[in-house]
């Protein structure tokens, strides 16, 4: 039903993003001034040459677009975990503190296939199908039957989560995994970045990891198409119309938790995939379910929950206070995360990108 035959103007149904920022710069002017001279300053830290007295004060350039771009890929990482996770947690209202417990599975997987047959891509595949079969089972067999019961199924996902540790514990043991990456991504490459000029005059760029990249740009691309998924196509539509009023959409034919089922199998797929990523530049190890879902559950809350666009910030914030923290600030460096957060919830508690 259009929101005009409900006495809203059918111009307010949808604004662009142009009239969001022009409302924001109008309702808080200060706030607008200070994100554009931090935008400014961060541009300035990135392109610009620095002096020799700022690299006296807080270290080479090399090392800040080092942690620069950790934190933005870390934040990739936490995004494809926290993307499943906001689809079924904050799209479908269900509590999965065993999201973590997917991620970790999805990881295990994903090196068994790649030291198995040696296809790093293959891997992929195989974690997304397993870890998806496994949130089929979730949603028919838990959530199904506690819907719309928040604290049960908290306890219930807690209680699933401590069996999972143990029974992965029990199969593969507390070593580290470590997923080689294919000789094609292997090795680092030229980024466009000034790391630093010699006296002689010699610009040197700064090189990355090749396979940091082209994950960041998977997860840009999971990102937009997600996105448009949700919001551009009928299947997007149904979702979201369903978690609204699900009576009225099965009185109209679909088959809703059909429906469900396939967003908790996504979700849960993703988090598969992203155990992949992680163990392929970092590596896959016990307490890593628990260190994700935090991440996760922190993602969520500053972006806002069921907002694709807000989990993409929200990782992205995180990731780059984890990394720029640990390199200038080690001790506190967990401190400016949850810091982030609390900010969050204090002014504005539905998450920045949430819809009021």
């Known amino acids: 039903m259009r929101l005009a035959a409900r006495g809203f103007p059918a111009s307010r149904e949808r604004e662009s993003g142009e009239v969001r920022v022009t409302r ?81 599975f999805g990881g295990y997987v994903g090196y068994g296939i790649s030291a198995w047959t040696g296809s790093w891509v293959l891997s992929f595949i195989v974690a997304f199908v397993a870890v998806a079969l496994i949130g089929v089972l979730l949603q028919v067999l838990v959530f199904r039957r506690m819907e719309g019961q928040d604290l049960r199924q908290t306890m219930v996902t807690i209680g699933l989560s401590i069996v999972f540790a143990d029974l992965m514990l029990w199969a593969f043991g507390g070593d580290f995994y470590q997923i080689e990456t294919p000789s094609w991504l292997f090795g680092p490459v030229e980024t466009p970045l000034v790391a630093a000029v010699r006296p002689s005059g010699e610009v040197v760029y700064l090189q990355y990891p090749l396979v940091r990249l082209v994950i960041l740009l998977a997860s840009v691309a999971v990102g937009i198409a997600m996105w448009l998924a949700l919001n551009r196509t009928r299947i997007g539509m149904t979702v979201r119309a369903g978690v609204d009023d699900r009576d009225i959409l099965a009185a109209t034919g679909v088959q809703i938790q059909l429906v469900f089922v396939a967003v908790f199998a996504l979700g849960a797929g993703l988090a598969g995939i992203a155990g992949v990523v992680g163990g392929t530049f970092q590596s896959v190890s016990p307490g890593d379910d628990t260190r994700f879902l935090l991440a996760s559950l922190v993602v969520v809350i500053v972006g806002g929950m069921g907002s694709i666009p807000g989990a993409a910030l929200g990782a992205l914030l995180i990731g780059l206070a984890e990394q720029l923290g640990s390199v200038y600030i080690p001790t506190y460096a967990i401190v400016v995360t949850f810091l982030i957060m609390v900010l969050v919830l204090a002014l504005r508690p539905e998450g920045l990108l949430a819809r009021r």
Do not use: C, D, Q
């Open 24 to 104: 924001f710069v109008e309702r808080h002017p200060v706030w607008a001034l200070i994100a554009a001279i931090a935008v400014a300053l961060a541009l300035w830290l990135i392109f610009a040459v620095w002096p020799p007295g700022l690299e006296a004060a807080i270290g080479r350039k090399r090392v800040f677009l080092s942690a620069l771009l950790n934190g933005i890929t870390l934040g990739g990482l936490y995004f494809l975990v926290a993307s499943g996770f906001t689809l079924i947690f904050g799209l479908m209202r269900n509590v999965n503190l065993a999201h973590g417990s997917l991620y970790l």
